[in-house]
């Protein structure tokens, strides 16, 4: 009797471990918008930072001149460093497919929100998380909005 309570202990150890995904940053190595059905390279000053979360489908995504043209400025802050980030929070997953090479791609719609001291705005995203064992890209966009963007990660070293 003691050895299945030492071999449920062990499992139940190991199940809730494996079950936890490890938060991480990822860099963006490349970066894409898309206007008028058309895709381009997108120039950035910094680095993108994209942050995940141990909720399925939660980011923290850091980059000024990213995050004010994703809004297109339209937030007024007092404090300008308010665009610096922001967190997608509530993520509500509306549909996952697999292509033929076995990337997953799992879309969330919710909340992207700017917070900082008094100054708050929030606009609905919606967010397609491309992975396979890793995550590989992300494409993002406002919602009811036809400016696009897509980026793929630099790998893990």
Same mark, same amino acid.
């Given at each position: ?39 381009? /390279?997108?120039? @950035?000053?910094?680095?993108?930072? #994209?942050? !995940?979360?141990? $909720?399925? =489908? *939660? ?57 900082? /001291?008094?100054? @708050?705005?929030?606009?609905?995203? #919606?967010? !397609?998380?491309? $992975?396979? =064992? *890793? ?23």
């Amino acid at each position: 009797m003691k050895n299945y309570y030492a071999l449920f202990l062990l499992l139940f150890t190991i199940s809730a471990n494996y079950a936890q995904q490890t938060p991480q940053n990822l860099f963006v190595d490349k970066a894409w918008v898309n206007e008028s059905e058309e895709w381009s /390279d997108f120039q @950035y000053s910094g680095q993108i930072v #994209v942050s !995940t979360t141990t $909720e399925a =489908g *939660s980011l923290r995504i850091t980059n000024y001149d990213f995050l004010y043209d994703f809004c297109d400025g339209r937030a007024k802050f007092s404090n300008k460093n308010t665009y610096t980030s922001a967190e997608f929070t509530s993520p509500r997953k509306i549909k996952t497919q697999t292509d033929k090479q076995g990337v997953v791609n799992s879309t969330y719609e919710g909340m992207l929100v700017f917070q900082k /001291d008094n100054d @708050y705005y929030s606009v609905v995203a #919606v967010i !397609t998380i491309l $992975e396979k =064992g *890793s995550i590989l890209g992300l494409k993002m966009h406002v919602k009811d909005a036809s400016k696009e963007y897509a980026f793929s990660f630099k790998p893990a070293s």
